[in-house]
Nanobody
Framework: VQLVESGGGLVQAGGSLRLSCAVS????????MGWFRQVPGMERRYVAA????????FYTDSVKGRFTISRDRANNTLYLEMNSLYAEDTAVYYC????????????WGQGIQVSVSS
């Protein structure tokens, strides 16, 4: 499985960004696609997840109501719409393929920087 993120960048606090993750290779009906983020010196942390087939979504508390995870199965693409961004959302964002929301699997994208200026 290969994962390639895009759509990051610099935005002012209160602004929006949309991340994409192109998925190639075999996926399974049990797969859960997720977004994680990491700041220097900290562990990688869970942000949001979606069941690839059912579309059920899950979020960490700090992004509920601001971020929306979605997927386009026809185009094998995962998205993360981020609104009302805070400086604290600044991180490198990674997409991931796993089997359980919040628990990463072995496949990661290369990561993409999101910077929010206050």
């Amino acid at each position: 499985v290969q994962l390639v993120e895009s759509g990051g960048g610099l935005v002012q606090a209160g602004g929006s960004l949309r991340l994409s993750c192109a998925v190639s290779g075999r996926t399974y009906s049990s797969d859960v696609m997720g977004w994680f983020r990491q700041v220097p010196g900290m562990e990688r942390r869970y942000v949001a997840a979606i069941r690839w087939i059912r579309g059920s979504t899950f979020y960490t508390d700090s992004v509920k109501g601001r971020f929306t995870i979605s997927r386009d199965r026809a185009n094998n693409t995962l998205y993360l719409e981020m609104n009302s961004l805070y400086a604290e959302d600044t991180a490198v964002y990674y997409c991931n393929v796993g089997s359980s929301p919040g628990t990463p699997g072995p496949f990661w994208g290369q990561g993409i920087q999101v910077s929010v200026s206050s």
